[in-house]
C-alpha cells in the first residue's frame, strides 16, 4: 500500500490518500496511520475529524472512568 501526502494542518497532523482515493489520518496519541473511518466525526477538527482515533480516545475515557470511581 503506497500513501501519498493528501494535506497537512497547520499545527502539523497529516493526512494521505492510496491509490484508490481512500483517506488516512496520522493520530496525534498513538502516532500511527489509520482510516479516516477510524475517527470520531467533529465539525472544527482538521478535516472533519477528531485529533486522536477511537481506540486512544476509547482508552482515555476507560481511564478517566477508573479514576473517578476512586474519588
Do not use: P
Request: glycine share 6%; proline share 0%.
Amino acid at each position: 500500500m503506497v500513501l501519498t501526502l493528501f494535506a497537512t494542518s497547520l499545527r502539523g497532523r497529516k493526512a494521505y490518500k492510496d491509490v484508490k482515493g481512500m483517506v488516512y489520518l496520522e493520530c496525534t496519541v498513538c502516532y500511527s496511520i489509520k482510516i479516516e473511518d477510524s475517527f470520531q466525526k467533529e465539525k472544527t477538527g482538521f478535516l472533519g475529524r477528531r485529533f486522536n482515533c477511537c481506540n486512544c480516545r476509547n482508552e482515555q475515557n476507560r481511564q478517566y472512568r477508573e479514576k473517578r470511581a476512586l474519588a
